[in-house]
């Protein structure tokens, strides 16, 4: 694809917007033209560019997007090019984590992207970036155009620092998630890593939260252990993992085990995992990530 190199240089406008600089339109290359100027939106305007999922992605942080159309000089190929700025690497990787298809397999590109559905995606550093093949067959265009984008922004790999505080031993390949409001429907639980797992046959997730502080913690763990005692089955305390936990039988999500150390509550469940696997899974979390910060 001969247009790959120059559109770095239209493409270093777009991105570099991100930075404070005053906004300018794109100049025009060989074999691709920019259509109309670089457009900018923040939190609040956000509505205006995409509407209904504006509320998803200012849940995860977003502090801004710049986004530029593009169009080929033959064949009427067209792509769209959206870089949002999420503020932090965790906030970018859970917005990729939400948006991703569970069925589509990850690419590698940025630090992970994904394509389908007339769209290539992925996320690098604070950035998550999506790029719209609106006309044309395939998606070559929107893939160089990704390529592209990503060779700006500043170099990034592998997963969140966060995500070192799960156990990395049986984790299934890209099963990582990030929720930062509300996890497992509670409104108490923020900023949620999980993680699923393989435990003998069966698999098994891995959720942790750190509230930051005891106080909240347990204002946390009591909402949680009063919710599964009402809508549970059998809760029985649980003897001898983290200051207190309890196993039981969640309607939904199957066995369930919980406990809270510190500033942390830890969840393991699965549908059809023994109890003993889902045991050593929590016993194995509990002894890596909710060691009390000093």
Known sequence: MRYVVPMILLLTVAVGCLADAPM??????????????????????????????????????????????????????????????????????????????????????????????????????????????LSGDGLDDARAFAKATAALLPVSSGLPAEFARLPAADRVRDSERYVRQSALGHKLLDNVISAEYRVGKATAELHLVDLTSPERANA??????????????????????????FVVRDPSSGLMIAARRHSCVLVAMSQTASRAAVTDLATKGMALICTPKQ
Request: zero cysteines.
């Open 24 to 133: 300018s339109p794109p100049a025009a290359i060989p074999g691709w033209s920019a259509k109309g100027a670089v457009r900018e939106y923040d939190a609040k305007a956000l509505y205006e560019y995409i509407d209904g999922a504006a509320d998803l992605f200012n849940s995860y942080g977003f502090v801004r997007l710049v986004t530029a159309d593009y169009v080929s000089d033959v064949g009427e190929r067209a792509v769209t090019v959206d870089v949002y700025d999420m503020g932090e690497p965790l906030n970018a990787f859970g917005l990729f984590a939400s948006e991703r298809p569970p069925e589509v397999k990850a690419l590698d590109l940025g630090n992970q992207g994904y394509a389908g559905d007339g769209v290539v995606a992925f996320w690098q550093g604070r950035q998550y970036v999506k790029v719209l093949q």
């Open 220 to 245: 946390a763990w009591t909402k949680l252990r009063e919710f599964e005692a009402k809508t549970g089955k059998h809760l029985t305390p649980l003897a001898g993992l983290g200051d207190e936990a």
